[in-house]
């Protein structure tokens, strides 16, 4: 099986193949038929869906499956895999940097790069930061950005190439809703095949053995517990506030009250036992994770999209220049796909996968036959890159060599630390 070159990806991005993909079957890294555990979503429901699967025999069927990983989070991995081959100085890449001062803040936050910031470099955050005090988006460098376009792809070129690959749409811009879009030209998502779904079970002996009777207990303004009616939170009335909430609200009493409601349990700050039950307190039964035939990662990075983009320099364009950048671009991707299987699978708690075989990747360049299919290491992938952006380099495609720091505004500091006194001072819900 051939190794993917520089000199066949650039092949196929100047040629007419439609796009590389792979196909990874994976199993629970405790064995077949362990559970896992799937993203959560609202009221804690796992994405379930039918899907139209291939069978053993070549048939075709209908087959429950659900959402291991989804398609944003995939790419926030690959992200996450280039950002630590950079900080591990394996790889060079253009990045946009917010570093943030520890000593205004209750918890240290560090550094926040193009690469982690959830909308790349049209995040807010790179947005509400500043160049010796002037908003990003409004010096030089970041107003390059409002002629962005497939176009006129060069300024996130020069600045954030990532963008290009796993997709942005600059609608906290200038421009709005009306800013940049660039589709994902680098898709991957992790999907469980035949999926059963199973219990989640709760219990917990509290080694004080506190009686819920022991209640009623009320918060404090520092938004500790009390059961001394003298010390709570009261309103306009007298009343005092309860611990916890019902139904995500606020509940008061009067404070010579003997008989409470559940926002007063002391079980609402974590005391006192749990009965052992498999359903929720509207006896609803609650997902525990599933059991599947297998879990298969499906990416791909389509040439198509990345064939609409252009790269002039100075206002010159030029057919060899586009290929050029188009290459770059396809060997970041195939690099960061690398890296991510480099890393692995433990893509949360309870749900570490393992593949089943090595990864390969196929090239569908013509309709018919049978794709050629090629491997690719982490490190022949990261060389990769090197000489593509060499060769971009010699055809006047240059992207910025150091990050670009930027300086948190005032505001941005004092909104994050406003959010974090108040999650100091308020019981988790």
Known sequence: MSTLTVDLIRDAVAGNAAAFRTRNRLQ?????????????????????????????????????????????????????????AIDAGRISLPLVVVDFPGEQLLDAVGTITSLTAPHRIADAILRDSEINGVRFRQTDVGRSLDAASLQNATPLYELCPTALIFGMWDSTGPRGGLGAKFQRAFVSEIVGINAIVGRKTSSRIDPLQIRKEAGPIFRKPDGTMTTNANEAVRDQEGKCLLYGKSKKKDVYILADATDFPDAGKPSTANHGNVTPDYRDENKNEIPGGVTLDYAEQTAVLSLAALRRLHFPVN?????????????????????????????????????????????????????????????????????????????????????????????????????????????ATTPEE
């Open 28 to 84: 629970p890294a405790e064995g077949e038929g362990s559970k896992v555990f799937p993203p959560t979503y609202a009221e804690g429901t796992y994405a379930l869906e039918n899907r139209r699967v291939k069978q053993p025999d070549g048939s075709i069927a209908t087959i429950p499956c659900v959402l291991i990983d989804s398609v944003q989070s995939q790419a926030n991995r690959h992200e996450e895999a280039l950002q630590n």
């Open 315 to 423: 206002g010159d364009r030029s057919e060899e220049r586009d290929i050029a950048g188009r290459t770059v671009l396809a060997t970041i991707a195939l690099a960061a796909a690398a890296l991510a299987y480099e890393t692995g699978f433990d893509l949360r708690s309870r749900c570490l996968l393992w593949p089943e075989h090595v990864s390969e990747w196929e090239l569908l360049a013509t309709p018919g036959e049978v794709p050629q299919k090629f491997r690719l290491v982490a490190a022949e992938a990261l060389k990769g890159v090197k000489e593509a952006v060499a060769a971009a380099e010699a055809l006047g495609l240059v992207w910025r060599g150091e990050p670009l720091v930027l300086t948190p505004s005032a505001s941005l500091v004092a909104l994050l630390r406003r959010s974090q006194e108040i999650a």
